[in-house]
């Protein structure tokens, strides 16, 4: 069990934020990791275009026996937790609790940048209310910032120009914004350049807490010693695909493992 690995996965290759934080938290852990690159965005989709991804990506990773299982995507943890959690029988997280529990500490009223679909899903707004019934909140949708993250233009003076034009939309009231893409991280320096006064929350490292804490508890942690296994699928590759996933991961990333999704049910 304790070597068993943790699985994540996430619509693309922005999902590797959340992997860096894991491993930061857990460098132990044999991870597997899978970018349904070859359906990326999906945060442009529909809630059951969505859900039936992340229950193909979820069937696909069972198969690895994992301990856990992250949907590191904002979208498909909007729309595909539940149904995912009913069919696995190990522990299944999703970003949003974690983001929203983070936010709620430094205190409202709160921002939440997503894609469409996640803003359209008001789980954020909804998550947050049941852990403060007080707290206002604001949602926008930001989805040119996924292009621009995935093209590697994390510092250009075009993607902070539409940082720039999101933000401003932004109300003055607000204290606290939650990175809610896995995409964003990546552009954290623009946007706190642009809005310093604010807070911004990514929930990469609350979440690999959580994941510690969980672990810990069920007695699953990895007791070796070495640094953990990392292995990379997609569904779909590219000629810079590489290059990228270790731009996102903050490492060299190992070799991509093609695999095909649709073939799982
Ligand atoms: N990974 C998605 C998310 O966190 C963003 C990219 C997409 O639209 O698929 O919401």
Redesign the pocket.
Known sequence: MSTAPIVIF???I??LTVVQAVREALPFENIIYLGDTAR?????KSAATIERYALQAGELLKKFHPKLMIV?????SAYGLDPLRLQCSFPVLG?IESGAKAAQIYGGPIAIL??R??VASQVYPTVLSQLNPSIETFALAC?LL?SLAEEGWWEDPITEEICRRYISEIPSSIKTVIL????YPVLLPIFKRIRPDLVWVDSGAPLSREVKNILSQQAALNNSRETGALRLLVTDQNSRLQELASKFLGEPAPSVELINLEKVF
Do not use: E
């Not at 990326?40 to 442009?44: C, K, M």
């Not at 590191?72 to 498909?76: E, F, W």
């Open positions: 996430d619509s693309g922005g999902g990326v965005p999906y945060g442009t590191a995507c904002n979208t498909a970003v997503g894609t679909a996640t989805p996924v809610g893409c896995t995409h």
